[in-house]
């Protein structure tokens, strides 16, 4: 069976002004994303499901309502669980990484908590903490440790942080959960301002 030349092919075949330029789109954002991994120390990773769970519950056990942050926010998929899993907090995700960062507002608009969820571009070492009642964080040791800091002089009394996997070295949580996923990943709860606990 032959077919006739020039019927067969895709649109970017025909257009190859397109196909140089959806590739050079990617590659572009390809290269924001390792230029941000390379500066932030860690790749945006997604939390896995157990562990988004296992902090969405925390949240839900800890109880009240107000404003939470997530530091650190990457693809948003952390921050779209706390929203949806508790209603009466408004949460918003902190990522300086542009792409995940676009990833993470797009999701956010078509989520069905839109209202109580917002993303914003920064840095988690220069945002207002102190306009916030909850921390939650997924990063990495040196970036809770240089974070331990921040929230020392920013959080109001009594603000909370739930830490995935990693702890300030400085502080003794009030409360360490065992998530259920197969590494049986440790979550650490501290409370900032009322009798803080310096760990030995």
């Known amino acids: 069976m032959s077919t006739i030349a020039g019927t067969s092919g895709s649109g970017f075949d025909k257009d190859p002004m397109l196909s140089c330029a959806i590739a050079a789109l990617v590659f572009a954002a390809l290269l924001s994303i ?36 997530e530091a650190g926010a990457g693809w948003g998929t952390l921050a779209l669980a ?9 949460v918003v995700g902190i990522e300086n990484s542009p792409v995940p960062w676009l990833v993470s507002k797009l999701l956010g608009a078509i989520s069905g908590v839109r209202e109580r969820v917002a993303f914003r571009r920064g840095d988690v070492y220069e945002f207002p903490y102190g306009e916030v009642d909850l921390v939650v ?9 240089r974070l331990e800091a921040v929230f020392r002089r920013t959080l109001k009394p009594g603000a909370r942080v739930v830490s995935v996997c990693f702890a300030m070295p400085g502080l ?16 650490y709860v501290y409370r900032f301002g009322i009798d803080i606990e310096i760990s030995e």
């Open 137 to 145: 964080c997924y990063l990495y040791p040196e970036a809770m440790r």
């Open 172 to 187: 003794r949580p009030e409360r360490v959960v065992i998530c259920k996923d197969v590494y049986a990943t440790k979550m």
């Open 82 to 90: 706390l929203a949806r899993r508790n209603p009466g907090w408004t």
């Open 34 to 69: 390792v230029y941000a991994s390379w500066r932030n120390g860690i790749s945006p990773m997604p939390a896995a499901a157990p562990l988004r769970r296992a902090a969405a519950e925390e949240v839900a056990r800890l109880g009240g309502a107000g404003r939470l942050a």
